[in-house]
């Protein structure tokens, strides 16, 4: 009877220690999680816990135990969220390892509170009422990240930081009791351990500041491409109906004339041409911030020549701490998407709704565009079908990230052939 609860205890110690790998995996690499993935996810976890209990019914070494469920998680992050194995199986390694460390701080800190060895016997229940205590702890560490943070990655980061700047002073400190025997062996390995996972977080924050300023950078270059490109487009626009507005007053002169002479159908069809270039650049939509005008509008007279229909509805804040760099970023690359995805559906889909609102503190920008098929999406990112990837494949990731630098947020739907794109910024008045 004994031997079952502890088989049913190992079964419950160990799903729950692969669920918390995962998620701390899963916050610290940034891998994008969705309901379809949830129901895979939880049998991945339930079947790797089974392999791990099964393997501890043997006599096999923990080492091998621990790199087992290493191996095993790894396959898992790569299968599901197809993370890059390298940095999954770092992470998931060290992360093993503090585990490791901690269960046997805690054994050894039970054992040397009740002077006795036996909480160091991994068969025992003492080792066993150690593991759990270590578990909740974890448990209580995922649950402070997901209530003190949205993007858990660093809260995740900071955590493990933590785990192994104490696990190394437990170490320490326990090598100064005399209540239970250790080996200075064991303890220096131990010590070593510790250092080991200090130096590995180190690394892995180092590591990620150099990926996202990589990533800020390429932003950034994207986005002064797209810049320059849209800039190029109003350019040619404009030069090109310059002569029209320069010579107003000949048109005037040659429509005076044409009515003085009762040529009424030539008038008509003379202002007909006269009016199609005004159109083209007339303002459609106006915030009071020149860029964003120019923004939004080069986009409505590209929509428009390719025959989609756009509606606006847009209620500006003025006055704000959103740079425009920023919403040049969010907008175009999301008028960019919807362009592009209604320039290929058929005529009942080609339409895009752009409405910016205002609600309390807080900026909406939606974008809702017809398309025929369902997006490819890959890594959060939205898939162009276009040659050019240099400019239109930078992604929803770009939006994502000017997003946050307003504490907002960014979030996509389809359904009935309409993509929609959400994107909340928080903003603060400031003086003009």
Known sequence: MMKWIQILSSLLANG???????????????LSWNRKKAAAFYV???????????????????TYIAGAETIILTVILYCLFAAKTRMSLFVTFFYEMTVALWEFIISAGLGAAFHSNSFLNVKSFGYMASV??????????AFQIKKT???????????????????????????????????????????????????????FSLNRQYEMEKTIAQLEKDKNALLARDYQNLKNTYSTNAK????????????????????????????KNLRTPIQSISQTAWIGDEAIDYLINSKIALAISQNIRVNTNIEFPRHT?????????????????SIEAAGDAEDSLRFINLTIRRINNMMVIKVENGCDATPVMADGDLQTSKTDKALHGW????????????????????NNHIFRAVVTLSFAPVKA
């Not at 004339?257 to 008509?268: D, G, Q, T, V």
């Not at 959103?322 to 960019?336: F, K, R, T």
């Not at 939006?399 to 504490?407: G, I, L, P, Q």
Request: charged letters at 15%; a negative charge; hydrophobic letters at 55%.
């Open 16 to 30: 729950l220690r692969i669920f918390l790998g995962l998620y701390f995996a899963v916050n610290m690499l940034e």
């Open 44 to 62: 991945c976890v339930v079947c790797a816990a089974v392999c791990m209990t099964a393997f501890s019914c043997f006599t096999i070494q923990q």
């Open 132 to 141: 759990w205590i270590v578990r909740l702890l974890m448990l209580g560490m």
């Open 149 to 203: 943070s949205k993007r858990n990655n660093k809260q995740s980061s900071r955590a493990i930081a933590g785990a192994a700047l104490a696990g190394f002073l437990g170490v320490v400190l326990l090598s100064g009791q005399n209540a239970i025997a250790i080996s200075d062996d064991q303890l220096t390995v131990w010590v070593i351990f510790a250092l080991l996972i200090l130096v590995a977080v180190l690394f």
């Open 244 to 271: 029209m507005f320069h010579d107003f007053h000949n048109h005037m002169e040659a429509l005076y004339r044409y009515l003085s002479k009762s040529n009424i159908e030539e008038a008509m069809e003379y202002l």
């Open 321 to 337: 701490n959103i740079m425009s760099v920023d919403l040049v970023a969010i907008l175009g690359n999301l008028l960019d998407n």
């Open 395 to 414: 992604g929803l990731k770009s939006v994502r990230t000017a997003a946050e630098h307003y504490d907002g947020t960014m979030g996509t739907e389809y």
